[in-house]
Nanobody
């Protein structure tokens, strides 16, 4: 069992920066890849970025160059640094990992970007 607890986010004007964090608790030794997603009302949950257990990062094109995913394995914590934010980045952001055949999600963190 794994619990993902998120923090950070908030409200910012267009062009600003925010960071969201995700800390894993429980049986964390088996965690490999960790991901960030976001969701807006009426749309599918959108994949944003992934960091593998050996530190390889992948991004969806819409956030590449603006968002940075990182992990501190000693703290079991993953981060998403979001720069040059745009109003269309407004969403609820979720962290995610799979352990075995079970998917775990954070509780969600709201990010609001005003124009």
């Amino acid at each position: 069992q794994v619990q993902l607890v998120q923090s950070g986010g908030g409200s910012v004007q267009s062009g600003g920066s925010l960071r969201v964090s995700c800390t894993a608790f429980g049986s964390t030794a088996g965690i490999l890849d960790m991901d960030w997603y976001r969701e807006v009302p009426g749309a599918y949950r959108e994949f944003l970025a992934r960091m593998t257990s050996d530190g390889i990062a992948n991004y969806v094109d819409s956030v590449k160059g603006r968002f940075t995913i990182s992990r501190d394995n000693a703290k079991n914590t993953m981060y998403l640094q979001m720069d040059s934010l745009r109003p269309e980045d407004t969403a609820v952001y979720y962290c995610h990992t799979d352990l075995g055949h079970v998917s775990y999600w954070g509780q969600g963190t709201r990010v609001t970007v005003s124009s």
